[in-house]
Every structure is written in C-alpha cells, then in structure tokens.
C-alpha cells in the first residue's frame, strides 16, 4: 500500500553546476511532486532553499540518491513529516485536575491519598473507581511480529504501540499505555504481565508472534480476573466475520449452507477459522503450508493439529488449488500470490474472496475484481477494507464498562455482528460491505452489544446504567456510585 508523506530537503545549490529547474525536474523524474520553495538564503554563486516534496514512502530512498548525485548540490538536512509527529513520541500523560495550592496538593498526595489507599487496602475492588485502573489498557509486546516488519525488537516496535493508543483513546476514550517487554520467553512474558496487571483494567496482546502468542493469552486469561484480547487473532476474526455476514446478504445464501476456504492457519488464521465455525459455518477447509487440513493427520504443530481436528468434514485433500473448486468463501491470511485467476473460475456462483495479506494480498485485486461478487482486503486503497480499528476500542470500551472478566466468543460474536449492522440494508453493496472507521456509532454499538453478551454469559462484575432492570441492579449501582464517599 502506498503511504504518501511530506519531506522538506534544505539544499545548497552550487548556482554555476546546476540551476533551480534541472533539480526541480530530478525529483518529478524520480517521483516526487514539489509543493513549496522558500529560499533561506540567496548569493551569486550559491543558494539554499527548503524543498517541500509529497511523495510515496517506498521512493524515499531513490529520490534522496537522484538529488544527491547532482552536481553542484549537498542536501544540508531532511525533514520528514511522519518522523515529525514521532518526535518525542506520540502520546502523554495529563493530569486531569491542576494543583494550584496546598490544599489541591493535599489532596492528590500525602495526607489526603492516605484514605484512598487505605480504602482499597480494605476493598481490593474500589480500584476501579478510585484509580485509573478503571479506563485502562496495557497494550503488550515483545516485539516479534510487528506490522509486516516480523521481529524487530521492542524498541522499534514502540512507535506502533503508541499508535494503537492513540487509537484507543481517540475512538474509545480508553487510556492506553504501550508495555514493550525485552524478553520472547514465554513463560516470562506471562509473568511480567501478571506482575503489573493491578494497574490496569484490560490487557491487549500485540504483535507476539506465532504459535507463542496462542499459549500467552491462554494463560494470562486462566491466570487473570481482567480481560485479556490479542488483537491479531480476535480483532482481525471479528472484523472479517462482520464482513463475511454482510457480504452473504448480498449473496442471498446463509452461513450454515456455505463452503469456506481459509488460506494461512497463523494466529489471525485459527482465530478466523474458530469464529466462523462459531458463527454456524459447517463446511470450512482450512489450509496452510502442508495443504489442507485433514481430521485425524498429525502435524507435530499444535496449531495445525487443534485447527484439523474441527474442520474439512470431507476430509478433502491437496493444495488450494485442489480444494477451492465449488467454494463459496475464500478468506487468506497467508501470503502474495497463493490464490490464481483460475482458481477464482472454479469457485461456487458469486464467490465472495476476502484477500487479507498485507502489504501484498493473495491475489491482486485488479486480477480479481471481474470473477469475483465481493472482494476484500486489508489495504485502504481497495473498497472493503477490513481494519480491526472497527473492533477493539468498542470490545474494549464494552468489557471495562461492565467490568467482565474475559472477553469470551459470545462478546466476540455479538461485536461482529454489531459491526456488520451498521451497515444499513440501503447502503448494502459489492463495495460496501463493512462501515467506515470513521463512523462515530461503531464504537457505541459494539460496546452495547459486548455488555450485552457479557451480561448474558455471567461475566460481568457489573451492570451498566442504561442496562440496568431490577432492584439488585439498581442496588449495587448505588454502592459504588458512594464509594468515592465512603
């Protein structure tokens, strides 16, 4: 996917070697397209200006080298506009009432803060009114499977935990503090999650790489009384069931009768695989590097194994290309280039095909727009983009509002479904299968639904306002509305 940003060059520029227009022409030639020069200095001889240039990331590289083997040309700095918003990172903490005198300081600190803490000493509990634990989300990595990058470590990987805080707090109003841990022990991992977990409300899981991160988030959810979420797997399920759900509309066939090729058994893959069979698919293959997957084969890999034992009832065998004829539904979280024209000619009637791998999808979708009904993918230059931003604020926002203890598949199922509904049967189309990011009443009905399916399973530790319908519920609302009094 094409990224586009915003460089300023300053550049000196040797007057007698080169004029103003060649340079200008330099960086059309390799890509880029000048949108401001401000000249910082003017002489007979030389001149330095700030070149603004828009331009695609990926040409970054190649046009900074065009400009530089120029003659009579020295680039003094470049500013970059995304390096720009990073610089010193990209989130804060603010304190939510100013201390102006002593009064306020006693308050906030020693000897006022004594009673807040001696009140939860008392009452565990009261730390979710009393604290921040109440709206908060450790977003945790090790940094082993980050963006399409793979393992490049935990510092590299902290700009993009702190951009999924922002978006935490920007949708949801969720306070969200990226944890970049220096250890890919497993066993640590769990541990170091477990130690610090009194401070926050929810725990989100990102960028651990597979099958490590399957048992990480088992055990943290056995092991803990807050919700723990890792959004590879469950946010990229929700969000592509959502669609799927929309795109079968259109199709006018039901999700018990379809078959299903999923292509790629990682975290996103199973978690995928387990939300459809959930959702009421009955006929799904799933496929990955040894062919597809058949009941009973072991293939030493607990994933693969785990995944075999619930799906391809017809015990069908071979490639992709053996088992995707007469499919209704091809869903990739693999890898460039797996899926072919021909294999899309063999597909059921209106063939839905959602090609998930980035930056790459599986097939080209210009290759695959005439053969198929609907086509998604993950990238935001294509209609249809399946993005878990439509996801994990509002499961989150839903969890810790009703204080559940585990996001569960009934939370998970409610918010796909919640998503897909706000796609109104008028807007419904072939390239409109999936709302905006942008919809402000995404998060909302998400939440709404997870309180709801949270309340219905037994796992929330409390009842909303609005949610509220009997005496006992109106009850324990006064209890805690009062314990900031108590």
């Known amino acids: 996917m094409a990224i586009s940003t915003s460089v300023v060059f300053r550049v000196e520029i040797d007057k007698t070697k080169l004029t103003f227009g060649e340079l200008a022409t330099a960086i059309n030639a390799s890509g880029g397209d000048i949108t401001a020069v401000d000249v910082i200095r003017a002489g007979k001889q030389v001149t330095v200006r700030d070149i603004t240039v828009e331009m695609n990331v990926d040409i970054h590289d190649r046009l900074t080298d065009a400009i ?219 496929v990955d590097r040894p062919g597809a997957l058949v009941p009973g084969t072991e293939y030493n890999h607990p994933t693969l194994d785990r995944i075999a034992k619930v799906t391809n009832p017809e015990r069908k065998q071979g490639l992709l290309s053996d088992v995707i004829e007469g499919a209704d539904v091809f869903i990739g979280v693999s890898g460039p280039n797996v899926l072919k024209v021909t294999d899309l000619q063999r597909m059921g009637r209106d063939p839905i095909v959602f090609a998930m791998a980035n930056p790459e999808p599986e097939i080209d979708p210009d290759l695959a727009e005439p053969y198929v009904k609907v086509l998604a993918t993950g990238r935001s230059d294509y209609p249809n983009q399946i993005n878990n931003v439509l996801c994990f604020p509002g499961i989150f926002r839903g969890a810790l509002d009703c204080r559940a203890s585990i996001i569960n598949e009934e939370m998970k199922l409610a918010a796909a479904r919640a998503i897909a509904s706000m796609v109104t049967e008028d807007e419904l189309n072939e390239y409109y299968i999936i709302p905006s990011i942008f919809n402000d009443q995404v998060v909302r009905s998400v939440r709404d639904a997870v309180v709801q399916a949270a309340m219905q399973s037994g796992v929330a530790k409390r009842i909303p306002k609005e949610f509220r319908t009997d005496e006992a519920a109106s009850a324990q609302s006064l209890q805690e509305d009062k314990l900031i009094l108590q």
């Open 68 to 286: 530089q083997a120029l003659p009579g040309i020295n680039i003094i700095h470049m500013s970059d506009s995304t390096f720009l918003a990073h610089l010193g990172g990209k989130i804060q903490v603010t304190p939510k009432t100013p201390i102006k005198n002593r009064d306020d300081l006693s308050r906030v600190y020693t000897p006022g803060v004594a009673r807040i803490s001696t009140a939860i000493h008392e009452d565990p509990s009261k730390a979710f009114s009393l604290t921040i634990k109440r709206n908060t989300v450790a977003v945790v990595t090790d940094g082993t499977a980050v963006l399409g990058l793979g393992d490049i470590g935990p510092e590299a990987a902290l700009p993009v935990m702190e951009g999924k805080a922002m978006l935490f707090k920007q949708f949801a109003d969720i306070d969200a503090f990226p944890i970049c841990l220096q250890s890919k022990d497993t066993d640590e991992i769990v541990q170091i999650v477990k130690a610090i977990a009194p401070t926050f409300g929810g725990i989100n899981l990102e960028d651990i790489s597979s099958p490590r991160c399957f048992e990480i988030e088992r055990r943290l959810q056995e092991e803990l009384n807050i919700p723990v979420f890792h959004d590879d797997q469950h946010g990229t399920a929700v969000v592509i069931l959502a669609g799927i759900l929309n795109a079968l509309k259109l199709v006018n066939k039901a999700i018990e009768d379809v078959r299903v090729v999923v292509c790629g058994v990682g975290a996103a893959g199973a978690a995928c695989i387990e939300m459809l069979l959930a959702a009421g698919v009955k006929r799904l293959i799933a």
